[in-house]
């Protein structure tokens, strides 16, 4: 049976100029959750700030989300925001710092709460919005969290990625301007761009696809394709940022809605075994997984058509193309150099994707030999 759509919270904005959509809230007490410090060498902290501030909010600031945030960040924010009882939360960042403030929240909400398993089934999901609504403001056009139920969240000791997700935790308010986008760098903006199209490809063959998710994806992968070498060639035109920015949303609103498929799950396993970065990993398996998926014909003909659609023919040759384009390596043997720690874990990483929650909607399920083949094919290249 369908599930319902949700498409955004109650407030997306998106396009050029846009962040000045802050100045009609009326939130009097902001925390803004930051990365490292590239939104205060851009300026956009400062914009932002100043923005909230001419709303009329007091603005706090809670800094140093890392790059796969670990639930001990997720606590210190919480403490903090215990502190500066803020009614509005914005994340200004990418994927991990908008992770990072959504489950910050969960734990500033419900302050009784002091475990990762707390908010994982069976539990129930916990209560939001009774202190604060949650706002996203993205630097990067890729992991579209401005847009998701979901957070990828990493344990404290063992590194391994935990996946949340439920409707809940949609942002009320997604701003979505292309100029705090503007000072990602290429690879960077390679990465996130490619696990945006990956979202939108995987959305498009899950077999929970429909219509809306359909019309959002097909889209987004088309201007992806078209864009993302524009983005990552010369990141200071703001147009094509729009464009990549705009497609990564529509995408995510996608996805959150049909779920994913096997390439989030084998890019969460070896994010988790060997810390290779999310998009980097959706881009390199990406053509090794949709030429294994077109054993399904339905699967085969989706990829066709989009082929078509972007004029070219075997969509697993285009990706592979434009991985190479946007200088990604072919095979995980260039990134992962202990081929011998990485054959010893094939079994433990075939049954972390099989367990993977984007599993289930992949067109076809693997086995767990047919995992092991795939983790096997990439690494070297086949
Ligand atoms: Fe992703």
């Not at 407030?11 to 007490?29: M, V």
């Not at 923005?51 to 809670?62: C, D, N, Q, R, W």
């Not at 707390?118 to 539990?123: R, T």
């Amino acid at each position: 049976m369908m599930r319902p759509m949700k498409l955004a919270g109650s407030q997306l904005l998106f396009g050029e100029g846009c962040l000045e959509h802050i100045r009609t809230l009326a939130y009097k007490r902001v925390t803004i959750v930051l990365g490292g410090s590239s939104m205060h060498k851009s300026g956009m902290l400062d914009k932002v700030k100043r923005l909230f501030e001419e709303s009329g909010a007091v603005v706090s600031i809670i800094e140093g989300v890392e790059p796969d945030p670990t639930f001990a960040t997720v606590l210190r924010g919480a403490k903090e925001m215990q502190a500066a009882e803020p009614d509005l939360i914005v994340a200004l960042g990418g994927g991990s710092v908008m992770d990072a403030a959504k489950t910050m929240w969960i734990y500033y909400e419900n302050p009784q709460l002091q475990n990762l398993e707390d908010v994982l089934p069976p539990n129930p999901f916990p209560q939001l919005r009774t202190k604060a609504h949650f706002c996203c403001i993205p630097s990067t056009a890729g992991t579209a969290s401005e847009v998701s139920r979901s957070v990828v969240i990493s344990d404290n000791e063992t590194g391994m990625k935990h996946g949340i997700g439920n409707m809940e935790m949609m942002p009320d308010i997604a701003i979505c301007d292309p100029v705090v986008t503007v000072s990602m760098p290429p690879r960077i903006t390679a990465e996130t761009g490619m696990d945006a199209l990956t979202h939108a490809v995987e959305a498009l063959v899950s077999t929970r696809a429909n219509y809306i998710g359909d019309v959002l994806a097909t889209q987004a992968a088309l201007d992806i394709i078209e864009y993302l070498p524009q983005a990552y060639e010369n990141g200071q035109d703001l147009s094509v940022r729009e464009k990549m920015l705009n497609a990564s949303m529509a995408a995510g609103i996608a996805f959150t809605n049909v779920s994913l498929g096997i390439v989030h799950s084998m890019a969460h396993t070896l994010g988790g075994f060997f810390h290779v970065p999310h998009g980097l990993g959706d881009a390199m398996l990406l053509p090794y997984v949709i030429r294994f998926n077109s054993q399904d014909e339905r699967a085969e003909k989706i990829y066709n058509d989009l082929a078509r659609k972007a004029g070219g023919e075997n969509l697993a040759d285009m990706i592979a193309g434009l991985n190479e384009q946007l200088h990604i390596p072919v095979c995980f043997r260039e990134i992962i150099e202990d081929e011998e720690k990485y054959n010893s874990l094939l079994d433990e990483m075939a049954k972390a994707a099989m367990e993977d929650g984007c599993t289930k909607t992949n067109p076809v399920i693997p086995a767990l030999g047919q995992f092991v083949e795939l983790f096997k094919k990439a690494y070297k290249g086949e």
